[in-house]
């Protein structure tokens, strides 16, 4: 358990904690949202400059 983490007990049930709680449970899958995310944007990038490139070539 990181020092930043809030332990979770079945008492503590604040809007706060809760929250907390949700992030920690989803943390995984918000990180592999990101990455692909990041990986889409790079191909659509790479794929507009090869366009660009030909056709300032053509």
Same mark, same amino acid.
């Given at each position: 358990?990181?020092?930043?983490d =809030? ?6 049930? $604040?809007?706060?904690?809760? +929250?907390?709680a ?5 943390r995984? =899958? ?6 692909? $995310?990041?990986?889409?944007? +790079? ?16």
């Open positions: 358990m990181e020092s930043n =809030l332990p979770l007990t079945p008492g503590s049930t $604040g809007p706060i904690r809760r +929250v907390w949700w992030i920690r449970r989803r995984r =899958l918000m990180v592999v949202s990101v990455v692909r $995310g990041a990986c889409y944007g +790079v191909g659509t990038g790479l794929v507009g400059l090869v366009f660009w490139w030909i056709q300032l070539n053509l």
